[in-house]
C-alpha cells in the first residue's frame, strides 16, 4: 500500500508523503478496500515521522444514525451533544438514547417533536413508555441485539433511558435554552418498582473454576495466543504481564489499560525496598510486578481519565492496549487452556468478575480482611460499596451459623438411666418404671420429663425416689442399667437461671410454687424445702468424643 501511495505522489521520499496527498486519496477513492484500512496507520506512522498531520478521528461508525427521528428533535439532540462536556463515549451513549426517545415521539406524541413543547403530561407519556419498551424498539440497527430481540428492558436500562432525557431537560433549562415549563428531576424520576430493582451485583466466579483460569494464566505459553494471519499481535511477555495483572490485582479493566510505567512496588514489612534487593525472592512483596524490559520504548499517551500525558505501561506499536482486550481475547484464551466454559450461570465470565472474586476469596480466607482493609484494596470510596463485594462463600455461612450455637443455645443433657430387663421382660409395658432421669439426689420416673415444669428444680413428686433411698440403692446394684444422655430443651427462664445464679432460680421456683407437678400436687402443697437443689445439667458438646 506504502508504494501505491508513492505512484500516487509521484515521488519515493517519504517526506513527500503529505497530509492533502492522503486527504485526495480518501476522498477519490483511489486505493482498494483493504488498502483504505491501512490508510489510516500508514498516516499515523508518517505523522509520527513528523510529515504530516495525524490522520481525522473517524468515529461515524460508532454514532447512531438519525433515520426516522424528526429533524427538529435531531437539531436539538447534535446540539446538545455539541455542547455537552461529558466524556465523548458517554456523549455518544446520551446521544443514542435520545435518537430513540425522538424516534417515539414520531409514533406516539407528533406535537411534541420540540423539547420546548414537553410538558409534564410528556414526561409521564416517556416514562410509561420506557416501562413498556422490549429490546429492539425504536432503534436504527438491531443487528447487534438479534438474539434478544423482543425482550423486556433490564431495570438498569429502563432507569438509564429515563436518566439520559432527564439530562437532557437539565442541561437545556439551565442553559437558557428555552423556557423552564417542568422540573426534570421530579417529572422524569425513575418510578420506584425501577429503583428496587437495581442494585450493585458482584457475580463472583465458582471457587474450582476460578483455580482452573489461574493454573491456565501461569501456565501460558506461546501455542495458546490468539493469532492472526501476522502471528500473534502482541507479543507473549505482553500478554503474560496483562493476564497476571487482571488474575492477582482485582483492578479494573480501564485500570489496568492506564497503568503507568514505575507502577510496580516492592515491599517487605512495610518498608519499601530496591527491587534489585536480595529478599525479593524469600520475603518481600511485589504490589505489581511487570518486567521493565519487556516494553519497548513509546510515546507519551493522554490519559482518558486525567487528560494527563503519561507513559502508559501496556502499549505497543505506539498504541494502547484497549481495555476491552481483557474481555475480548486474555479470558477467551484462558477459558480455552484451563476447559472452562465462557459463560457459568451467572452469566458471561468478564474482566470485572475477577475484581469480586478475588475479594470474596479475600473475604472469606481464613485469616480474613476486614471490611475496611477490603475496601482500601479495592479503592473504594465508601464502604457500602464494599459491602456488595464482601460476598459469604457457601462453605462459610454454614460455619459461621454452626459455631453461632443458635440451636445448642438453649440445650442442654441429662443422664438417664435405662432398666433393660424392664424392657425385655415386658414390665415396661405394662407401666412399670423403666427410665431413671438422675437428679443428683435422686431419681425421677416420669417418662415425659423434658417436658415436666419442675425439671429445673425438682419438687419430690410421687414420681421421686431419692438415692439415699433402699429402692434407689437396689436400683443402682442392677447389672443391666444403661447410661444415657437426654437432651433438655430450657425455656429463657430456665436459661436465666443457669447463666444468672441464685436470684434468678429464686424468680423461677416462686413462679412454679403453685404449679402442678406430674402427681397432681404442687410445691407448696409438697412443702418443698427452701434449698431445692438445682438440676445437675451439662452443656451440648458437639463433634466427636475424645
Keep these: 500500500m506504502v508504494s501505491q501511495l508513492f505512484l500516487l505522489n509521484c515521488s519515493p521520499y517519504v517526506e513527500d508523503l503529505s497530509t492533502d496527498l492522503f486527504a485526495r486519496v480518501r476522498e477519490s477513492g483511489a486505493l482498494t478496500a483493504e488498502g483504505m484500512r491501512g490508510l489510516h496507520p500508514v498516516q499515523r506512522a508518517v505523522a509520527a515521522l513528523g510529515f504530516s498531520d495525524q490522520p481525522p478521528r473517524n468515529i461515524s461508525t460508532k454514532m447512531a444514525g438519525t433515520a426516522g427521528v424528526p429533524a427538529e428533535w435531531s437539531r436539538w439532540a447534535e446540539r446538545w451533544y455539541a455542547t455537552s462536556t461529558l466524556t465523548p463515549t458517554v456523549r455518544r451513549h446520551y446521544r443514542a438514547t435520545l435518537l430513540k426517545a425522538g424516534r417515539w415521539l414520531a409514533a406516539e406524541c407528533p406535537d411534541s417533536v420540540s423539547p420546548e413543547r414537553w410538558t409534564r403530561q410528556t414526561c409521564a407519556s416517556w416514562t410509561a413508555a420506557v416501562e413498556r419498551l422490549k429490546v429492539g424498539d425504536f432503534v436504527e440497527r438491531t443487528v447487534a441485539h438479534r438474539d434478544r430481540i423482543g425482550q423486556p428492558l433490564s431495570a438498569a436500562a429502563k432507569s438509564e433511558h429515563l436518566s439520559v432525557v432527564r439530562a437532557f431537560f437539565r442541561d437545556c433549562q439551565e442553559w437558557e435554552w428555552f423556557p423552564r415549563r417542568f422540573d426534570p428531576q421530579r417529572s422524569l424520576t425513575t418510578p420506584r418498582s425501577i429503583r428496587s430493582l437495581i442494585g450493585p451485583n458482584p457475580r463472583v466466579i465458582a471457587d474450582d473454576a476460578w483455580a482452573k483460569l489461574l493454573w491456565a494464566g501461569l501456565n501460558l505459553e506461546a501455542d495458546d495466543l490468539f493469532e492472526t494471519a501476522a502471528g500473534p499481535f502482541y507479543p507473549l511477555e505482553l500478554v503474560r504481564a496483562v493476564t497476571l495483572t487482571w488474575l492477582f490485582s482485582g483492578q479494573r479493566s480501564d485500570e489496568i489499560a492506564r497503568l503507568r510505567v514505575g507502577c510496580i512496588r516492592w515491599q517487605r514489612e512495610g518498608t519499601t525496598i530496591a527491587g534489585d534487593s536480595e529478599v525479593l525472592a524469600r520475603d518481600a512483596v511485589c504490589l505489581l510486578d511487570v518486567p521493565t524490559h519487556v516494553r519497548p520504548e513509546q510515546p507519551r499517551f493522554t490519559d482518558r481519565r486525567t487528560g494527563e500525558q503519561a ?130 439426689h435422686g431419681l425421677c420416673t416420669y417418662t415425659f420429663f423434658e417436658q415436666c415444669p419442675h425439671r429445673m428444680a425438682c419438687a419430690r413428686c410421687d414420681f421421686y425416689t431419692p438415692k439415699a433411698s433402699s429402692k434407689g440403692h437396689l436400683l443402682e446394684a442392677k447389672e443391666n442399667l444403661q447410661k444415657m444422655l437426654a437432651s433438655i430443651p430450657l425455656t429463657d427462664e430456665e436459661q436465666a437461671a443457669i447463666d444468672d445464679g441464685q436470684s434468678a432460680l429464686d424468680q423461677l421456683l416462686e413462679r412454679l410454687a403453685d404449679t402442678p407437678t406430674p402427681s397432681g400436687q404442687t410445691p407448696r402443697q409438697l412443702n418443698v424445702p427452701v434449698g431445692t437443689t438445682f438440676l445437675p445439667i451439662v452443656d451440648v458438646q458437639q463433634g466427636k468424643a475424645p
Design 311 to 440: 507513559d502508559l505501561l501496556f502499549s505497543l506499536r505506539a498504541r494502547p492496549v484497549s481495555p476491552a482486550y481483557i474481555n475480548s481475547t486474555i479470558i477467551p484464551m484462558l477459558c480455552s487452556k484451563a476447559g472452562v466454559p465462557a459463560a457459568d450461570v451467572r452469566g458471561n465470565i468478564t474482566s470485572h468478575r475477577a475484581r469480586s472474586t478475588i475479594a470474596s476469596q479475600l473475604y472469606n480466607a481464613k485469616e480474613p480482611m476486614t471490611l475496611f482493609e477490603l475496601q482500601a484494596w479495592l479503592g473504594h470510596r465508601s464502604p457500602q460499596s464494599t459491602q456488595h463485594y464482601a460476598k459469604i462463600s457457601p462453605n462459610t455461612l454454614p460455619r459461621a451459623y454452626r459455631d453461632a450455637g443458635y440451636f445448642t443455645r438453649n440445650l442442654r443433657t441429662i443422664e438417664v438411666l435405662v432398666d433393660r430387663d424392664a424392657v425385655a421382660s415386658g414390665a415396661a409395658a405394662a407401666g412399670e418404671p423403666w427410665q431413671y432421669y438422675d437428679l443428683g
